[in-house]
């Protein structure tokens, strides 16, 4: 509690404006703090393939401001229709598959268009 006091009081609002001031400060008061820290925090977030799914605890949803919730929500829900996007995604290509699609029928597929868009442009110009 010491040190939230000692950093507050110096820094003002900066610290919660700003993570990488906050980071900067921790770091400046125990060069070995930010690794624990890290790896603490890594459990409240979800890591699937490139994204990362913010995970909070219920006990802190019930400290947050009105502004804070809503913004938490919105996170959550750009991340799940992100994942919804992939899953769409795979589960096409999984249908293709089954359908005997392979990955040089797309290849083929858009060598031809391109090929019909160059000869379409090459008669436009004509």
Same mark, same amino acid.
């Given at each position: 509690?010491?040190?939230? #006091? +000692?950093?507050?009081?110096? $820094?003002?609002?900066?610290?919660? @404006? %700003?993570?990488?001031?906050?980071?900067?400060?921790?770091?400046?008061?125990?060069?070995?703090?930010?690794?624990?820290?890290?790896?603490?925090?890594?459990?409240?977030?979800?890591?699937?393939?490139?994204?990362?799914?913010?995970?909070?605890? #219920? +006990?802190?949803?019930?400290? $947050?401001?009105?502004?804070?919730? @809503? %913004?938490?929500?919105?996170?959550?829900?750009?991340?799940?229709?992100?994942?919804?996007?992939?899953?769409?995604?795979?589960?096409?290509?999984?249908?293709?598959?089954?359908?005997?699609?392979?990955?040089?029928?797309?290849?083929?597929?858009?060598? +031809?268009?391109?090929?019909?868009?160059?000869?379409?442009?090459? @008669?436009?110009?004509?």
């Amino acid at each position: 509690m010491k040190l939230a #006091k +000692v950093i507050g009081s110096r $820094m003002h609002q900066k610290l919660s @404006e %700003d993570p990488e001031v906050t980071a900067l400060a921790l770091a400046l008061y125990d060069p070995h703090l930010p690794q624990p820290l890290g790896e603490e925090l890594r459990k409240f977030t979800t890591k699937e393939g490139d994204l990362e799914i913010p995970t909070i605890p #219920k +006990v802190s949803l019930a400290y $947050m401001t009105d502004q804070q919730l @809503e %913004d938490a929500v919105e996170r959550i829900e750009s991340t799940r229709q992100a994942l919804l996007r992939r899953l769409r995604e795979a589960e096409s290509e999984q249908d293709k598959r089954r359908a005997g699609w392979t990955p040089s029928d797309d290849t083929w597929d858009q060598w +031809v268009q391109e090929a019909q868009e160059a000869k379409e442009a090459r @008669e436009a110009g004509d």
